[in-house]
């Protein structure tokens, strides 16, 4: 089965930059579309940035212009570069096939944006 493994999360001020990975043990993220999602506390999960095989990209609006979302297929790991962070950041962080979810979440990556 494939495992989700997460680093780069953490807590930061605003206006601060942080970069999350994602890597999976199988070599899924090569033929499926990928995106980072997050979740705030009280909040339904929401995706903010997807990447296709090829590297075309989109974003939430609320991130757009701030958060860049890139992939090294040869490597299985999908990255979310952070900048200009804002306290509604703040959620826990995860990656997955998009749309549709076809791996186990993992634990995700906290983000806690506060001065």
């Known amino acids: 089965q494939v495992q989700l493994v997460y680093s780069g999360g953490g807590l930061v001020q605003p206006g601060g930059s942080l970069r999350l990975s994602c890597a999976a043990s199988g070599s899924i993220f090569r033929i499926y579309a990928m995106a980072w999602y997050r979740q705030a506390p009280g909040k339904q999960r929401e995706s903010v940035a997807g990447i296709t095989p090829g590297g075309s990209t989109n974003y939430a609006d609320s991130v757009q212009g701030r958060f860049t979302i890139s992939r090294d297929n040869a490597e299985n790991t999908v990255y979310l570069q952070m900048n200009s962070l804002k306290p509604e950041d703040t959620a826990v962080y995860y990656c997955?096939?998009?749309?549709?979810?076809?791996?186990?979440w993992g634990q995700g990556t906290q983000v806690t944006v506060a001065s």
């Open positions: 997955n096939t998009f749309p549709t979810y076809l791996v186990p």
